[in-house]
């Protein structure tokens, strides 16, 4: 199975799903996967919760939401990226700091909840990329 990239429009802020370039369903502006990094997220199966998606942020900014066994890559410009992931009232997160650079070109994290007391908790963990399911 090819790699399933996700885009947040820069026109209509719409988050679409790609294997290739092309164009916003929604506002038809061309969308590209080219990028000179990007952040690859795997989503941990679980049982807890599996029917829902994870809604995903990267500096604030919402790319939609990542179902359960699921592997997204976010191509992305060379810098900063906070990422934070929610789920309906469950929005602690360890929220990592991700520096894409020319010697960091692809970072593989991994997302998985961790029940909590009073709500879960989302924990990110950087991996190696051999770790990542093969789809
Ligand atoms: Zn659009």
Do not use: W
Request: one cysteine or more.
């Amino acid at each position: 199975m090819a790699k399933t990239y996700r885009i947040r429009c820069p026109r209509c802020g719409n988050p679409v799903n790609l294997s290739a370039s092309g164009a916003c369903p929604q506002c038809s502006a061309p969308l590209s996967v080219d990028a000179p990094a990007s952040i690859s997220i795997y989503r941990m199966g679980n049982f807890y919760g599996a029917a829902n998606g994870f809604g995903i942020y990267i500096n604030e900014q919402p790319y939609g939401a990542i179902g359960n066994r699921e592997t997204l890559t976010f191509p992305l410009p060379y810098g900063e990226y906070k990422i934070h992931v929610v789920c309906g009232m469950n929005r602690k997160c360890n929220d990592p700091v991700i520096k894409l650079s020319e010697s960091d070109t692809n970072v593989c994290l991994k997302v998985h909840m961790k029940a909590g007391f009073f709500q879960n908790s989302f924990i990110l963990e950087r991996v190696d990329p051999s770790t990542m399911p093969q789809n």
